[in-house]
């Protein structure tokens, strides 16, 4: 066995794994199954056979004479809806909401800067929550508000709309909470005619990105989502890009997401069995969550209820909606460890009010449950190193019998009770924790624009030092970055090694690779890889001080 090689070949796969994850995988959306899937459109080019489906929305069979859809004359109204949380704007004209602006959360973290708007679209391909019944009702419709205002009654307010045309009559009842940003729709539909209405009940969204910016932020899951079967779809731009894509299924919830907000609708009742998804523009996607035919004999009615929730995609707020909302937060394969990772985060933010801080304890946390493997893996290769001189004698003994010098080599660690991997095994340990850590710190709400001390004002993004000109590549000094490569070399430089000369000197560059692969990585990950590096030296100043002692 040649030990160094091994060692060698398990920090490069280390290294490798990050690099690929980081400038090649990011986060890759769920496959949608294609079992569900209608493609409308005849001009896909995939192996997947292309259906033509009925669309939703073209359904109007009505014996019912044709009457037109009802317009007051006068300019339909915009009416506000403030609460603790955002404030929201509906147009009379569709019903939908035009505007959306959360009130604890800012578009940049440059101290000016307005609330996050969750509406990116200016209505040209529709707004959210716009409702259609088939071709009966479309989009189109106006709804009167009957006022220009929305009062609020203790903690709720109500605003109800109504329209009507082509026979059908339409309120939309909305509620809204002063401290939730979760919403209730109801729609009403009635068949106002003497004969019979045909049409699918469908609730709207279009919007465009509202994803994070910076390096990486190409890497990040912005778009469609769904909840279907006990399982998160997020999907792939590649379905609907080409045409018209339909989802069949009774779905939790869908949604348009980006990666700290989501603008989710909730069918209940089960009464939602499609979602369809197109594309428009440069990168807006327009969703509709569909009914089964409903059939309405006059005078007949039906009620469509919807839960909303626009806003944060914050893992106890979600959890508080239900209906598997806060799946919508995904880690994926490292759940079971960024879950815990972001409640002590969360727990040590309550304490300290500061993230960077928070971040610094949890990696503290992580170093001491590691500690005792660490201790005996460091001890390991310092017993490893004095072996090198009867290693190298047993080398020159056998160089012609490979088999018997092997044998020999595992008898001397047997005798001196090394373990020749033992150095390797706190690192391959921590692996799946950087990963989560990564994971959390890139993902979650609670990191963005969260401050940490002097020019570290967003733990989300690379730490930037700007002195006044920018840097090519960087733009400001990666001062932390820089800090964390030191500290690396500082610790290759203290830990024994049994390397030759050859490959010491690959191992001493690992410090400079690392420090070009973090510096466009979120300051607060290279702040839990720093404190890490430290940790891990005074570990070995102790190890080597007790060794002299």
């Known amino acids: 066995m040649d030990i160094y090689r091994t060692f060698l070949a398990i920090i490069i796969s280390f290294v490798i794994l990050i690099g690929y994850q980081y400038f090649f995988v990011g986060f890759v959306p769920s496959e949608v199954p294609m079992a569900n899937v209608v493609v409308e459109s005849e001009t896909a080019t995939s192996d997947i056979p292309v259906v033509k489906a009925a669309d939703p929305e073209a359904v109007n069979t009505s014996s019912a004479p044709a009457q037109a859809v009802t317009r007051p004359d006068r300019a339909a109204r915009t009416l506000t809806v ?84 082509n026979g059908l009559a339409i309120t939309r009842d909305y509620t809204f909470s002063k401290d939730s940003y979760l ?87 089960k009464s939602a069995t499609s979602m369809t998804m197109e594309s428009f523009g440069e990168d807006g996607i327009k969703m509709r969550m569909n009914s089964d035919l409903d059939t309405l004999q006059p005078g007949e009615e039906k009620v469509y209820t919807y839960k909303l929730f626009f806003g944060p995609k914050k893992l106890d707020i979600l959890k508080l909606v239900g209906s598997n909302l806060d799946k919508a937060v995904n880690f994926g394969w490292f759940d079971v460890i960024a879950q815990p990772t972001l409640f002590l985060l969360n727990f040590f933010h309550d304490i300290f009010k500061n993230y960077g801080i928070a971040i610094i304890m949890v990696t503290i946390i992580f170093k001491a449950i590691f500690w005792p493997i660490t201790q005996k893996g460091l001890k390991s290769m310092k017993n490893m190193q004095k072996l090198q001189p009867k290693m190298a004698k047993l080398k020159e003994k056998y160089k012609g019998d490979p088999t018997k010098m092997n044998q020999e080599v595992m008898n001397l660690y047997k005798t001196y009770k090394v373990n020749p991997l033992g150095g390797c095994l706190p690192m391959i340990l921590q692996i799946p924790v950087f990963f989560a850590l990564y994971k959390v710190l890139l993902m979650c709400i609670e990191l963005r624009h969260a401050p940490f001390m002097l020019w570290i004002t967003d733990l989300s993004a690379p730490d930037r030092l700007y002195i006044g000109f920018d840097i090519p590549y960087v733009g400001g000094i990666p001062v932390l970055t820089l800090l964390m490569g030191a500290s690396m070399f500082l610790q290759q ?16 560059f690992l410090p400079v690779l690392f420090t070009f692969m973090f510096v466009n990585f979120a300051s607060g990950l290279v702040l839990y890889w720093f404190v890490n590096n430290l940790l891990a030296i005074f570990q070995q100043y102790m190890i080597n001080r007790q060794k002299k002692a």
């Open 82 to 165: 403030d609460t603790d949380l955002y404030t929201a704007a509906l147009s009379e004209d569709g019903g939908a909401i035009t505007s959306f602006v959360l009130k604890d959360y800012r578009e940049t973290s440059v101290a000016d800067s307005p609330g996050m708007q969750l509406v990116k679209v200016d209505g040209t391909e529709g707004f959210p929550l716009e409702f259609s019944w088939g071709s009966v009702a479309p989009t189109a419709t106006f709804y009167d508000a009957g006022g220009s205002e929305v009062n609020f009654q203790g903690n709720n307010a109500h605003l109800v709309m109504k329209g009507q045309g």
């Open 183 to 269: 919403m209730e729709l109801n729609v009403r539909v009635k068949n106002i005619s003497s004969g019979v209405l045909q049409g699918n009940a469908a609730l709207h969204q279009s919007n465009t990105p509202f994803r994070k910016s910076g390096p990486g932020s190409q890497f990040l899951f912005v778009g469609p989502a769904y909840y279907m079967n006990e399982s998160l779809t997020e999907v792939d731009s590649d379905l609907y890009e080409a045409g018209p894509a339909t989802v069949n299924g009774l779905m939790d919830w869908a949604a348009y997401e980006g990666t700290y907000f989501i603008c989710a609708i909730l069918p209940q009742d």
């Open 493 to 508: 430089k203290m830990t024994p090694t049994t390397a030759d000369p050859t490959q010491a000197k690959i191992m001493m």
